[in-house]
Nanobody
């Protein structure tokens, strides 16, 4: 059975850092998505469990880093140099294929709020 659950959101000032965690198991590809208030859900980053290949949205490259711990079955999203436009609900999701399209993810966490103040 696949289970996905996020933690680690909160309020931070611009330029600060947060680390999100996602307890997950049983799928090939793990992704982080975000949904700003009133906007569509968008891709942030993804990682393949086997091999650790990573993928990033252009808007977060160089600031965010996705990683995984195979022993703890946990995926992390380290977010540095945060900007007010990073404010959103962040979701962790799992897919059986390598993809950044949210429609191809079949298991989703409940989401965690990240708020970046200016």
């Amino acid at each position: 059975q696949v289970r996905v659950g996020e933690s680690g959101g909160g309020l931070v000032q611009a330029g600060g850092s947060l680390r999100l965690s996602c307890a997950a198991s049983g799928r090939t590809f793990m992704g982080w998505f975000r949904q700003p208030h009133g906007k569509e859900r968008e891709f942030v980053a993804a990682i393949r469990w086997s091999g650790g290949n990573t993928f990033y949205a252009d808007s977060v490259k160089g600031r965010f880093a996705i990683s995984r711990d195979n022993v703890k079955n946990t995926v992390y999203l380290q977010m540095n140099s945060l900007k007010p436009e990073d404010t959103a609900v962040y979701y962790c999701a799992a897919s059986g294929i390598s993809t950044i399209d949210p429609r191809d993810y079949d298991y989703w966490g409940q989401g965690t709020q990240v708020t970046v103040s200016s």
